[in-house]
């Protein structure tokens, strides 16, 4: 790592057709993270059902995870925290951490909730009649004692089919919030605030706050406000402008998305940093990830075969389990174990895969093997646009 700063990031190898890069990110107190990344949800400081030290075997190689400051604010709460150090003491996970804001949780999970220029106000979940305040510096503060390497902004969050006014406020509000961010930031030695471009399906409205943005002193930056019910053709746009927005030489963070096909798409299209609880709430509802989709192991087709999940995969589950055995403890507590260890690793061998084909520059060839496998007949219309704007002809 070169100088003082807690986040170096450098751009090792380009594809000669797409977008995609594969690079390194240096943190000051963990190992090194290598991009293209996804970042397992570990909500609470655990993925449900697997050990930290699971993820962390060679085979795994879980280099960075996310936790949510609501609810680590909620539980533990911050007293435990700052007591023991922080959550990578608290969970025993000497890797990355990444923590979100907590503004999503309070308008996605909580009624009544109003978002004025001080915060976001809402009902307590615990006494109704008692009104809380999130404001900027206040998730700054709870992300501080929570102590991951990278933290974001409290941001104005609005759904992504929201039309109108609301939109364009919600982008400047946005770019206001984060100097209060960087201000109430007490651990910039150590802690990195990534800003996030909003402004919904509104090219203009995302180059306007791309633009202000960038001219902060950051040292990363995230897309959000996608993957939120828009259609599929405004998002891989919206995802392919904010790429050609935002500096080359800092890494791209699209927050919520982990579908293997829009991985792969949006890898092309430039974004280097991913997270999403898909992989392990499937796990929790029976379901495995596959190359050709899911599997769904509570059907009773499954009752009698006796080959893993997949005869390819390298993750512990696949190497001593059959469908068989998954299917038969389909409603016991293990079987959230076995799963969620295989769709992790079935989503951090994805993001090797694209690694290695970036590297050697055969990632065009990768994605067209990938996608006839997933789709071995008509590919989705806004796939084969999305990969032809990067010089890729499915």
């Not at 400081?45 to 795994?60: A, F, P, R, Y």
């Not at 180059?207 to 960038?214: D, G, I, R, S």
């Not at 379901?287 to 087709?301: I, P």
Request: with cysteine.
């Amino acid at each position: 790592m070169t100088g003082n700063s807690p986040l170096t990031f450098q751009v090792l190898s380009k594809c000669s057709k797409t977008k995609a890069r594969r690079g390194l990110m240096m943190l000051r107190q963990t190992k090194p993270v290598e991009t293209p990344v996804f970042m397992p949800v570990g909500t609470q400081g655990t993925l449900k059902g697997v050990l930290v030290n699971q993820l962390k075997m060679d085979n795994m190689n879980c280099q960075i995870m996310l936790g949510n400051t609501y609810h680590l604010g909620m539980r533990p709460g911050p007293e435990i925290l700052k007591k023991i150090g922080g959550l990578h003491k608290f969970m025993a996970w000497d890797r990355a951490l990444l923590t979100d804001s907590g503004g999503f949780q309070m308008v996605s999970l909580l009624q009544l909730a109003e978002i004025t220029e001080q915060g976001v106000k809402f009902q307590s979940p615990f006494d109704t009649s008692t009104e809380c305040m999130l404001t900027p510096e206040e998730s700054i503060k709870l992300q501080n004692v929570i102590g991951a390497d990278i933290i974001m902004q409290l941001d104005d969050v609005v759904k992504t089919t929201t039309t109108g006014p609301r939109v364009e406020e919600a982008m400047h509000r946005t770019i206001r919030w984060i100097d209060r961010c960087l201000e109430a930031n007490e651990r910039n030695d150590d802690q990195s605030i990534f800003p996030i471009v909003q402004g919904g399906l509104q090219p203009e409205l995302r180059k306007q706050c791309a633009e202000a943005l960038t001219k902060r002193d950051v040292r990363g930056f995230a897309v959000g406000g996608l993957s939120g019910g828009e259609s599929k053709d405004d998002f891989w746009k919206i995802v392919s402008l904010s790429t050609d927005l935002l500096p080359n030489d800092k890494p791209r963070y699209l927050m919520g998305v982990g579908f293997a096909s829009d991985l792969i798409v949006c890898v092309a299209l430039g974004i280097d940093m991913f997270d999403c609880v898909f992989p392990t709430r499937t796990a929790r509802f029976g379901c495995a990830l596959v190359r050709s989709g899911q599997l769904n192991l509570r059907k009773q087709t499954y009752e009698c075969d006796l080959t893993p999940i997949d005869e390819k995969c390298g993750c512990s589950t696949c190497k001593t389990y059959t469908k068989a055995y998954i299917h038969a403890v389909i409603n016991e507590p293990i079987m959230c174990s076995l799963l969620t260890i295989h769709n992790v690793y079935f989503q951090l061998q994805l993001m090797r895969d694209m690694r290695d084909a970036i590297e050697s520059d055969k990632f065009p060839e990768f994605v067209k093997t990938y996608m006839n496998e997933l789709y071995p007949e008509e590919k989705p219309k806004w796939i084969v646009d999305a990969l032809k704007s990067v010089n890729v002809d499915l």
